[in-house]
C-alpha cells in the first residue's frame, strides 16, 4: 500500500511569499496528483505528473520519480490561494488513488 | 466548472436508511470514481467504473453499492446508514484510467442523524 505524506501540514505567510509544500510517497506511482480544495469544499485538479515539471501561471509542480518527492510551489502569493492543498497518487499496485492528509494554506494580506 | 454534476448536494437522514448518490461524467469521459471525505479519514477511494464496467475497488463498504449505466451516468448507493457514514461524497470522471487527469464534481454531503 502507497504511504503519502505532506508537508507542512499547516502553512501561514504573507501575500507576496514564495510558497513550498511537499510530498512524498512510498511506492512507485504512475502519475502523482496535486488537488486544491476551497473552504466551500469544492476539489479543483491543478497538475497530474508523471515525471518532470509542469507549470499553469502562478503554479509550479514538480515530480522526482527516482526519489519519490514532489513539490508544489506557488509564486507571488495571493490570499486567493488560501485553501488546502491535497497530493495523491495513482498506481503501485493500488487500486484508485491513494491522498495524502493535506496542506492547509493561508496567505495573509 | 468541472464539467461533472452530483445530485443532490446536501442530504440528511436517519440512521438505517437507504439513499442513492448521482452523478454525471464530463461528456466524453468514460471512467468514473466515487470519493468519500470525513474529518477522520480524510479522502478515500471508494470504486471505479469505466465504460460500464466496474474496474477498481478501494474502501468500499459492503453496505455501500454502486452502478455506471449506458449512457455513464452513475450512481452510489449507501444503505444502512450509520452516523460513521456522514460525509462529504464526490465523484470525479475521467477519459481514461487512472493515468488521466480526473475532474472532480461538487460533491455531495451527506448527514447522518
Known amino acids: 500500500k502507497n504511504e503519502v505524506e505532506q508537508s507542512p501540514q499547516n502553512l501561514t505567510a504573507q501575500e507576496g511569499e514564495f510558497i513550498t509544500i511537499n510530498c512524498s510517497y512510498s511506492?512507485?506511482?504512475?502519475?502523482l496528483h496535486w488537488l486544491q480544495q476551497h473552504p466551500g469544499g469544492g476539489i479543483v485538479s491543478l497538475f497530474m505528473?508523471?515525471?518532470g515539471k509542469k507549470k499553469h501561471g502562478r503554479l509550479i509542480a514538480t515530480i522526482n520519480i527516482q526519489e519519490k518527492h514532489s513539490s508544489l510551489h506557488i509564486t507571488a502569493s495571493h490570499p486567493r490561494d488560501s485553501a488546502v492543498y491535497i497530493c495523491a497518487v495513482g498506481g503501485g499496485g493500488a487500486d484508485g488513488l491513494t491522498f495524502g492528509k493535506g496542506t492547509h494554506l493561508i496567505i495573509q494580506p | 466548472d468541472s464539467g461533472v454534476t452530483q445530485t443532490p448536494k446536501h442530504l440528511i437522514t436517519a440512521t438505517g436508511q437507504r439513499v442513492t448518490l448521482r452523478c454525471s461524467p464530463r461528456s466524453g469521459d468514460l471512467s468514473v470514481y466515487w470519493y468519500q471525505q470525513s474529518l477522520d479519514q480524510g479522502l478515500q477511494f471508494l470504486i471505479q467504473?469505466?465504460?460500464?464496467?466496474?474496474?477498481a475497488k478501494g474502501n468500499i463498504l459492503e453496505r455501500f453499492s454502486a452502478q455506471q449505466f449506458p449512457d455513464l451516468h452513475s450512481e452510489l448507493n449507501l444503505s444502512s446508514l450509520e452516523l460513521g457514514d456522514s460525509a462529504l461524497y464526490f465523484c470525479?470522471?475521467?477519459?481514461?484510467?487512472?493515468?488521466?487527469?480526473?475532474?472532480f464534481g461538487p460533491g455531495t454531503r451527506l448527514t447522518v442523524t
Open positions: 467504473y469505466y465504460n460500464g464496467e466496474e474496474r
Open positions: 470525479a470522471s475521467s477519459v481514461m484510467g487512472l493515468s488521466s487527469e480526473q475532474y
Open positions: 511506492v512507485g506511482i504512475s502519475a
Open positions: 505528473l508523471s515525471s
